[in-house]
Protein backbone atom coordinates (compact mmCIF):
# COMPACT_ATOMS: atom_id res chain seq x y z
CA UNK A 1 0.00 0.00 0.00
CA UNK A 2 1.70 3.46 -1.23
CA UNK A 3 1.99 5.33 1.37
CA UNK A 4 0.61 3.71 4.19
CA UNK A 5 2.89 3.73 7.37
CA UNK A 6 2.15 1.29 9.97
CA UNK A 7 3.83 -0.06 13.34
CA UNK A 8 1.64 -2.54 14.72
CA UNK A 9 2.77 -5.38 16.77
CA UNK A 10 -0.23 -7.90 17.85
CA UNK A 11 0.40 -10.76 20.76
CA UNK A 12 -2.03 -13.66 19.47
CA UNK A 13 -2.81 -16.57 22.21
CA UNK A 14 -5.07 -19.44 21.21
CA UNK A 15 -5.73 -22.94 22.63
CA UNK A 16 -5.92 -26.54 21.27
CA UNK A 17 -9.46 -27.69 21.62
CA UNK A 18 -10.19 -29.22 24.82
CA UNK A 19 -7.09 -27.14 25.84
CA UNK A 20 -5.58 -30.76 25.19
CA UNK A 21 -2.19 -31.11 25.48
CA UNK A 22 -1.49 -32.51 22.56
CA UNK A 23 1.61 -30.28 21.12
CA UNK A 24 4.62 -32.59 21.85
CA UNK A 25 8.00 -31.85 21.90
CA UNK A 26 8.91 -34.14 19.34
CA UNK A 27 6.64 -31.89 16.51
CA UNK A 28 7.09 -28.52 18.55
CA UNK A 29 9.70 -27.34 16.25
CA UNK A 30 8.25 -28.39 13.29
CA UNK A 31 4.51 -26.99 14.04
CA UNK A 32 5.98 -23.64 14.99
CA UNK A 33 8.06 -22.98 11.85
CA UNK A 34 4.80 -24.24 10.33
CA UNK A 35 2.89 -21.32 11.48
CA UNK A 36 6.28 -18.88 10.94
CA UNK A 37 5.89 -19.82 7.30
CA UNK A 38 2.17 -18.91 7.13
CA UNK A 39 2.76 -15.47 8.95
CA UNK A 40 5.34 -14.95 6.49
CA UNK A 41 3.82 -15.97 3.60
CA UNK A 42 1.02 -13.54 4.19
CA UNK A 43 3.74 -10.40 4.25
CA UNK A 44 3.82 -10.32 8.49
CA UNK A 45 6.81 -10.20 10.55
CA UNK A 46 7.69 -12.68 12.35
CA UNK A 47 8.67 -11.94 16.33
CA UNK A 48 8.48 -14.83 18.60
CA UNK A 49 6.27 -18.08 18.79
CA UNK A 50 5.71 -20.63 21.17
CA UNK A 51 3.87 -23.87 21.16
CA UNK A 52 3.22 -25.52 24.90
CA UNK A 53 1.05 -28.57 24.59
CA UNK A 54 -2.31 -27.19 24.97
CA UNK A 55 -1.87 -23.21 23.76
CA UNK A 56 0.39 -21.35 21.62
CA UNK A 57 1.65 -17.35 22.09
CA UNK A 58 2.66 -15.60 18.33
CA UNK A 59 4.36 -12.00 18.44
CA UNK A 60 4.13 -10.41 15.12
CA UNK A 61 5.21 -7.02 13.52
CA UNK A 62 1.66 -7.14 10.97
CA UNK A 63 0.79 -5.64 8.04
CA UNK A 64 -2.33 -3.68 7.66
CA UNK A 65 -3.78 -5.90 5.05
CA UNK A 66 -4.75 -8.75 6.89
CA UNK A 67 -7.34 -8.49 9.77
CA UNK A 68 -6.58 -10.06 12.71
CA UNK A 69 -9.69 -12.78 12.41
CA UNK A 70 -8.20 -13.78 8.64
CA UNK A 71 -4.78 -14.37 9.88
CA UNK A 72 -6.33 -16.51 12.50
CA UNK A 73 -8.31 -18.27 10.46
CA UNK A 74 -5.50 -18.89 8.28
CA UNK A 75 -2.90 -19.83 10.61
CA UNK A 76 -5.76 -22.44 12.61
CA UNK A 77 -7.06 -24.13 9.50
CA UNK A 78 -3.64 -24.69 7.58
CA UNK A 79 -1.37 -25.82 10.95
CA UNK A 80 -4.70 -28.42 12.33
CA UNK A 81 -4.52 -29.77 8.30
CA UNK A 82 -0.68 -29.86 8.82
CA UNK A 83 -0.68 -31.39 12.49
CA UNK A 84 -3.64 -34.35 10.95
CA UNK A 85 -1.67 -34.82 7.71
CA UNK A 86 1.90 -35.72 9.91
CA UNK A 87 -0.43 -38.29 12.01
CA UNK A 88 1.54 -36.78 15.21
CA UNK A 89 -2.09 -37.70 16.90
CA UNK A 90 -3.89 -40.69 17.06
CA UNK A 91 -7.04 -38.47 16.06
CA UNK A 92 -8.17 -35.73 15.07
CA UNK A 93 -6.53 -32.46 15.96
CA UNK A 94 -7.67 -29.22 16.04
CA UNK A 95 -7.93 -25.68 17.52
CA UNK A 96 -10.51 -24.44 19.89
CA UNK A 97 -12.56 -21.41 18.56
CA UNK A 98 -11.67 -17.64 19.53
CA UNK A 99 -8.25 -16.09 20.31
CA UNK A 100 -6.85 -13.34 22.45
CA UNK A 101 -5.21 -11.03 20.48
CA UNK A 102 -3.09 -7.87 22.34
CA UNK A 103 -0.93 -4.52 20.63
CA UNK A 104 1.80 -3.41 22.01
CA UNK A 105 3.80 -0.73 21.29
CA UNK A 106 8.19 -1.24 19.79
CA UNK A 107 9.24 -0.25 23.41
CA UNK A 108 7.30 -3.40 24.83
CA UNK A 109 8.06 -5.54 21.83
CA UNK A 110 11.71 -7.01 23.52
CA UNK A 111 9.89 -7.97 26.68
CA UNK A 112 7.28 -9.45 24.76
CA UNK A 113 9.67 -11.64 22.73
CA UNK A 114 11.58 -12.77 26.12
CA UNK A 115 8.46 -13.60 27.77
CA UNK A 116 6.85 -15.82 24.65
CA UNK A 117 10.32 -18.02 24.63
CA UNK A 118 10.52 -18.68 28.54
CA UNK A 119 6.88 -20.02 28.21
CA UNK A 120 7.79 -23.44 29.91
CA UNK A 121 9.49 -21.77 33.19
CA UNK A 122 6.32 -19.08 33.15
CA UNK A 123 3.94 -22.13 33.54
CA UNK A 124 5.93 -23.66 36.33
CA UNK A 125 4.32 -20.75 38.38
CA UNK A 126 1.23 -19.88 36.55
CA UNK A 127 -1.68 -22.19 34.56
CA UNK A 128 -2.90 -21.05 30.81
CA UNK A 129 -5.97 -20.20 32.33
CA UNK A 130 -4.56 -17.54 35.28
CA UNK A 131 -2.08 -16.01 32.32
CA UNK A 132 -5.07 -15.22 30.15
CA UNK A 133 -7.27 -14.21 32.42
CA UNK A 134 -4.45 -11.69 33.95
CA UNK A 135 -3.67 -10.80 30.18
CA UNK A 136 -7.61 -9.84 29.78
CA UNK A 137 -7.55 -7.57 33.20
CA UNK A 138 -3.97 -6.02 32.24
CA UNK A 139 -5.46 -5.08 28.62
CA UNK A 140 -9.03 -4.14 30.51
CA UNK A 141 -10.86 -6.36 28.51
CA UNK A 142 -14.36 -7.15 29.50
CA UNK A 143 -15.37 -10.49 28.39
CA UNK A 144 -18.76 -13.09 29.34
CA UNK A 145 -17.19 -16.35 30.99
CA UNK A 146 -19.37 -18.12 28.92
CA UNK A 147 -17.00 -16.94 26.12
CA UNK A 148 -13.58 -18.27 27.22
CA UNK A 149 -11.82 -20.72 26.19
CA UNK A 150 -12.95 -24.23 27.54
CA UNK A 151 -11.04 -25.21 30.65
CA UNK A 152 -9.63 -28.63 31.70
CA UNK A 153 -10.92 -29.43 35.23
CA UNK A 154 -9.34 -25.71 37.20
CA UNK A 155 -6.32 -25.95 34.92
Known amino acids: MANTFTQLH ?73 VNSQG ?4 RFSWQEGYGAFAYSKSQVDRVIAYILNQPEHHKKQSFKEEFLEMLANFGIEYDEQYLFRWIADA
Request: glycine residues 4%; positive net charge.
Open 10 to 82: VHFVFAVDGRQSLIQAHFRQELEKFIAGIIEKRNHKMLAIYCMPDHVHILIGKRPNQSESDLMRDIKTNSSAF
Open 88 to 91: WIKH
